[in-house]
C-alpha cells in the first residue's frame, strides 16, 4: 500500500510505531512474570480465585496470585527477582487424594474466613480477596 492510499488514521498509527521502534528495551514496561514466588513472605490479590480446570485431561483446581507487596525474601541474594504484578499459580491434581488434601490446605483459611459452608462457596467468593502468602522452601 502507498503512502498515497493511506487515510489520516493509518497514517498515524504507522508514524506512532515508528516512533517506538526508535525506542530502546528501556522505552517498554516489561510485562508481569509468571513465576514460583521463592522463599519469602508476600500479599497477592486473587483477582480470579480459585478455579476449576483440566490439566493433562484430569480434573485440576488452581489459584493464580497477583503479587501486591513483597514482604520479605528469604535468601534476597539467591531469589529470583520477583516484582509487584507478577503472577504465581498453583494447582492442585484433584484425580488423587494427595491433591485433595493439599487443595484442602490451601483453601482452608478462606474457607474459615468466608465462613463457607461448601467448597464451591469459598472458591466461588475468594475471587478479589487480597491475602498473605508464605513461601517456604523443601525440607
Known sequence: MSEQQLNAEQKAKLDSMTSLLDGTLDDIEDLPGFIQLPTGAYKVKLAEGFRNKIISEKAAIDLPMTVVEIIE?????????????DIATLAWMMDNETGKGFFKEA???????????????????????????RSCENA
Open 73 to 85: 525474601l528469604g535468601n534476597p541474594e539467591q531469589a529470583p527477582e520477583v516484582k509487584v504484578g
Open 107 to 133: 483453601i482452608r483459611p478462606i474457607y474459615t474466613f468466608l465462613n463457607a459452608k461448601s467448597y464451591n462457596e469459598a472458591m466461588t467468593n475468594s475471587k478479589g480477596l487480597e491475602c498473605y502468602h
